[in-house]
């Protein structure tokens, strides 16, 4: 059973950093070959925050983000993460990894391209 699993969300000050972990399971060799995480916040629109392939490591954030979160990967874990430094009050969402298959130039931003998703973690931030 295809399985993501987010933690490492909470209660941060403006100013402060988390560092968010996608644990996933259940996929066949190569199944998948990017994670991105998402986030959501009441009312608005699900926005990606960024993407990564496992192949290469290659990624992708928006600039909106770059200078400020990060996302790595550690194959023998099977896990994903994104640091996120400098958080403001506009960065407070629900925090979501999903999985998806093929290769594009770029890990693609888009929700559509993923195909299986977390529950989400919450992440608020104080000012």
């Known amino acids: 059973q295809v399985q993501l699993v987010e933690s490492g969300g909470g209660l941060v000050q403006a100013g402060g950093s988390l560092r968010l972990s996608c644990a996933f399971s259940?996929?066949?060799?190569?199944?998948?070959?990017?994670i991105a995480w998402f986030r959501q916040a009441p009312g608005k629109e699900r926005e990606a925050v960024s993407a990564?392939?496992?192949?290469?490591?290659?990624?992708n954030t928006p600039r909106s983000v770059e200078n400020r979160f990060t996302i790595s990967k550690d194959n023998a874990k099977n896990t994903v993460y994104l640091q996120m430094n400098n958080l403001k009050p506009e960065d407070t969402a629900k925090y979501l990894c999903?999985?998806?298959?093929?290769?594009?130039?770029?890990?693609?931003?888009?929700?559509?391209?993923?195909?299986?998703w977390g529950q989400g973690t919450q992440v608020t931030v104080s000012s």
């Open positions: 259940g996929f066949r060799i190569k199944e998948i070959s990017l």
């Open positions: 990564i392939y496992f192949g290469d490591g290659s990624t």
């Open positions: 999903a999985a998806g298959r093929g290769i594009w130039e770029m890990p693609p931003l888009e929700d559509w391209e993923y195909d299986w």
